[in-house]
């Protein structure tokens, strides 16, 4: 099953998430599951938070969801909002590598 997070950061948590960057890409790396891609969106306009987007390929969403729990930013809080579902996608390019 292919999923995806979506998690937007708190503005007001700018610092914690300067703090604990290199402890996410870390855990990011190092990661039990197969995370097909990752990474932020481009800088979000002023007092808006920047987003960010995991697809990981697993097993059953209750994997991937105990998998974003373990994350530094998402234990910290610095995303304000974190939203995860399973997406099955039915056209593109990467979609033969699957």
Known sequence: MIVAR????D????????????E???YLHGAAIRILLS????????GKGST???MAQVETLAEFEAFSAGD??????????VDIFEWRP???LLLESL
Do not use: D, N, Q, T
């Open 52 to 54: 960010a987007i995991v």
């Open 90 to 92: 039915s056209l593109g």
């Open 72 to 81: 530094p930013f998402v234990r910290s809080g610095v995303y304000a909002s």
């Open 6 to 9: 979506y998690a937007v950061s």
């Open 39 to 46: 990474g932020p969106s481009a800088p979000p306009a002023e």
């Open 24 to 26: 996410h890409k870390a």
């Open 11 to 22: 503005p007001g948590k700018a610092a914690e998430r300067s703090r604990l960057i290199e």
